[in-house]
């Protein structure tokens, strides 16, 4: 009976990982949330008759949150863990838009370490946590949530300066991936990086901040000719899944990949 725990599993990317993994009872699927309350209300009217999701608290930049957490993971399993998927993030309105020259200093400076302490850090202490559960697992697949804007030459080919803080917190996140794959393959646990594509979630909601989308999307096009939009998150997380359940360690010990399993973001 294989065992999930995904993190930021309230809405967008995370709930659809947790509704897809649980469509098959004999995965027990578990969610972690900083709302709690709100996501059992969801599950309870969305999932009602799945008996195999679980839902627990967790915040990912406090430490004692997460031990927490984890402890109620291994009440459910049993002491184990089959594949952790670290979806949560935090992205701010305040970076989202503007390209990096434009952001003020101190609020930049306090915007990047709010990043660092949720994409990065939290992940670290997540990650260390969870190896003894992992460890005790079948599959042992520990998968982080990243993003093309991460990946350097795309973001310099397509010359995009805004969100430069959680693209910079998604690159540190693939080395953290890259580290851990280093200390942890010989006992056959895979870390590795994802990018879900372009998805339809929570994108802009004022005109300037449309406007800017537009403008991306617009260099998506002229970069990768084929990019018809954001993807359905059923589709996105479909893709992320497949690319999930195929990987190894060696193919895709430490690295990071797109939804397609390679290089290619669009």
Do not use: W
């Amino acid at each position: 009976m294989p065992s999930y725990l995904i993190t930021g599993a309230s809405r967008g990317i995370g709930y659809e990982l947790l509704r897809q993994l649980s469509a098959d009872p004999n995965n027990t699927v578990i969610g972690l949330v900083r709302n709690k309350p709100a996501t059992d209300a969801r599950v309870s009217t969305e999932l009602s008759e799945r008996k195999n999701i679980f839902v627990i608290h967790g915040d990912m930049t406090d430490v004692q949150s997460l031990k927490t957490a984890v402890q109620e993971t291994s009440k459910i399993t049993g002491g184990s863990l089959d594949v952790l998927i670290a979806n949560a993030v935090y992205l701010s309105d305040f970076s989202q838009y503007e390209g990096i020259g434009n952001l003020e200093i101190e609020p930049l400076g306090e915007d990047m370490r709010r990043n660092f302490e949720a994409n990065v850090i939290g992940n670290i202490n997540l990650f260390s946590l969870s190896i003894p559960l992992i460890r005790k697992g079948n599959i042992k697949k520990v998968v982080a949530i990243s993003s093309g804007m991460s990946d350097e030459n795309l973001v310099a080919k397509m010359r995009i300066s805004s969100a430069a803080p959680y693209a910079i917190s998604k690159a540190a996140l693939n080395m953290v991936v890259t580290k851990f794959h280093a200390q942890y393959a010989d006992e056959g646990i895979l870390f590795m990086a994802v990018c879900p594509g372009v998805v339809n979630t929570d994108f802009a909601t004022t005109p300037e901040q449309q406007a800017k989308i537009g403008t991306m999307f617009q260099k998506f096009v002229k970069y990768a000719p084929h990019f018809k939009g954001p993807a359905h998150v059923q589709d996105a997380v479909k893709d992320v899944l497949q690319v999930v359940d195929k990987a190894t360690i060696e193919a895709n010990g430490g690295i990071f990949v797109s939804h397609y399993g390679n290089k290619e973001f669009l």
